[in-house]
């Protein structure tokens, strides 16, 4: 009944849903994808292939190294991408193009649709990311024999609250599932009161957080100065970190800092900046290897920023003071430094969360903020070397996920 009453409701509503992709300016290509339509693929009844679905940002993030590893250790199996999102999508053809066999978008849950595509994807595990609960799908995929499983699985409070309210529902949908496996004992528990089964349900650590440490092969010379390591910055947030660069010289003298706009195409534009605030700046384009001279370092070089992370003693997140959505502060942390970000951090939120409740980082609401907090970290060593060593301690805890994952596969 349950699968009658879905297929009567899609051609309902499929109108309005195309409606509203179109008005998001989905291409009709992709709306087509959605509704199962994908191309003809090539994949045999034979083949052995594993399909991971993220559906944005956050979720192609924390998938990116897990699919490269699987496809570095098992080139026998094909991988299929889906994503629900065209931010998603673009991404993921931008870190796993050259890695996946298929990206493409996942079915809207709908069994009609839903059975279309497993015609032509035909996988054998699938394993989705974080939250995302299909009750079509997962129910087609355990009637094939298709292993499905939630990784990095996680529920936010709001979300478990509404979902509690059908428990009744969910209990019975996460049947379906081959395992559960979440980012934290929290959300363990949160999938356990939903009804999930015990006995496959179990905490796994966060994907994300199982990153390698760049080799740093340069020097760089801080000539015993402390550097304020300002990362990924965005039109709009240069002003504000060299108008607090300024102000917390004047009480930190040994103060330097790094400044690395996101945007190369940008440089001059940073350049003018600096040169506007009075700081006496070099660019490592140029050769710049130390703080013997200047004030400030633009970096305006391909592939350093990761490296560069070594030499920052804090650490600013770009994209996090207009409205982008942040980018990663892992890849500070990983070096035991002090994160520091502005209220923007819708695209990693959860590693904000992870980070801020370890006392590894800190989320501020505006520039008095920043100012406050790098304040204390320069001022009070306790504080200072406390952070650094929860930088350490939330790695060591959060890492083993990807092993997990590829255990199973």
């Given at each position: 009944?349950?699968?009658?009453?879905?297929?009567?409701?899609?051609?309902?509503?499929?109108?309005?849903?195309?409606?509203?992709?179109?008005?998001?300016?989905?291409?009709?290509?992709?709306?087509?994808?959605?509704?199962?339509?994908?191309?003809?693929?090539?994949?045999?009844?034979?083949?052995?292939?594993?399909?991971?679905?993220?559906?944005?940002?956050?979720?192609?993030?924390?998938?990116?190294?897990?699919?490269?590893?699987?496809?570095?250790?098992?080139?026998?199996?094909?991988?299929?991408?889906?994503?629900?999102?065209?931010?998603?999508?673009?991404?993921?053809?931008?870190?796993?193009?050259?890695?996946?066999?298929?990206?493409?978008?996942?079915?809207?849950?709908?069994?009609?649709?839903?059975?279309?595509?497993?015609?032509?994807?035909?996988?054998?595990?699938?394993?989705?990311?974080?939250?995302?609960?299909?009750?079509?799908?997962?129910?087609?995929?355990?009637?094939?024999?298709?292993?499905?499983?939630?990784?990095?699985?996680?529920?936010?409070?709001?979300?478990?609250?509404?979902?509690?309210?059908?428990?009744?529902?969910?209990?019975?949908?996460?049947?379906?599932?081959?395992?559960?496996?979440?980012?934290?004992?929290?959300?363990?528990?949160?999938?356990?009161?939903?009804?999930?089964?015990?006995?496959?349900?179990?905490?796994?650590?966060?994907?994300?957080?199982?990153?390698?440490?760049?080799?740093?092969?340069?020097?760089?010379?801080?000539?015993?100065?402390?550097?304020?390591?300002a990362g990924s910055t965005h039109k709009g947030e240069d002003e504000i970190v060299l108008y607090i660069y300024r102000k917390l010289k004047e009480k930190h003298?040994?103060?330097?800092?790094i400044i690395a706009p996101r945007h190369l195409t940008r440089t001059e534009e940073v350049r003018a900046l600096t040169e506007s605030f009075g700081f006496k700046?070099?660019?490592?384009?140029?050769?710049?290897?130390?703080?013997?001279?200047?004030?400030?370092?633009?970096?305006?070089?391909?592939?350093?920023?990761?490296?560069?992370?070594?030499?920052?003693?804090?650490?600013?997140?770009?994209?996090?003071?207009?409205?982008?959505?942040?980018?990663?502060?892992?890849?500070?942390?990983?070096?035991?430094?002090?994160?520091?970000?502005?209220?923007?951090?819708?695209?990693?939120?959860?590693?904000?969360?992870?980070?801020?409740?370890?006392?590894?980082?800190?989320?501020?609401?505006?520039?008095?903020?920043?100012?406050?907090?790098?304040?204390?970290?320069?001022?009070?060593?306790?504080?200072?070397?406390?952070?650094?060593?929860?930088?350490?301690?939330?790695?060591?805890?959060?890492?083993?996920?990807?092993?997990?994952?590829?255990?199973?596969?």
């Amino acid at each position: 009944m349950f699968k009658l009453l879905s297929n009567i409701s899609f051609y309902i509503v499929k109108p309005i849903i195309s409606v509203v992709l179109r008005k998001k300016d989905y291409p009709e290509s992709a709306i087509a994808r959605k509704y199962g339509n994908i191309p003809e693929t090539g994949f045999g009844q034979d083949d052995n292939l594993v399909m991971f679905h993220g559906v944005s940002v956050g979720e192609i993030n924390a998938l990116e190294n897990l699919v490269k590893k699987v496809r570095a250790e098992h080139t026998d199996l094909k991988i299929v991408v889906t994503t629900g999102t065209h931010t998603g999508q673009d991404l993921a053809k931008k870190k796993l193009g050259e890695v996946a066999d298929l990206i493409t978008y996942f079915p809207a849950d709908f069994p009609v649709v839903v059975e279309k595509f497993l015609d032509k994807i035909n996988p054998t595990k699938v394993f989705i990311a974080e939250t995302e609960i299909w009750p079509n799908f997962a129910m087609e995929c355990k009637k094939r024999g298709v292993e499905i499983y939630i990784i990095n699985g996680r529920i936010s409070d709001s979300t478990f609250k509404s979902y509690k309210t059908f428990k009744f529902l969910f209990k019975y949908f996460l049947t379906f599932y081959t395992g559960i496996f979440t980012q934290s004992d929290e959300d363990n528990d949160k999938f356990l009161q939903l009804g999930a089964n015990p006995e496959t349900t179990k905490r796994m650590n966060n994907l994300k957080f199982d990153i390698q440490k760049p080799i740093v092969d340069f020097e760089f010379d801080k000539c015993g100065n402390r550097v304020l390591l300002a990362g990924s910055t965005h039109k709009g947030e240069d002003e504000i970190v060299l108008y607090i660069y300024r102000k917390l010289k004047e009480k930190h003298s040994d103060l330097k800092l790094i400044i690395a706009p996101r945007h190369l195409t940008r440089t001059e534009e940073v350049r003018a900046l600096t040169e506007s605030f009075g700081f006496k700046y070099g660019f490592r384009s140029n050769g710049m290897s130390d703080f013997s001279e200047n004030d400030v370092l633009i970096l305006d070089t391909i592939g350093e920023l990761g490296k560069m992370y070594a030499f920052a003693d804090i650490a600013l997140i770009g994209g996090s003071f207009n409205n982008t959505g942040g980018h990663n502060p892992l890849e500070a942390t990983i070096f035991e430094k002090p994160v520091i970000s502005g209220p923007s951090i819708h695209n990693f939120k959860d590693i904000y969360n992870i980070i801020k409740n370890a006392g590894a980082g800190f989320v501020v609401k505006d520039k008095e903020g920043l100012y406050n907090i790098s304040d204390k970290l320069l001022s009070d060593a306790d504080f200072y070397a406390s952070t650094v060593n929860s930088s350490a301690k939330v790695f060591k805890e959060q890492q083993g996920a990807l092993q997990f994952v590829l255990n199973l596969i």
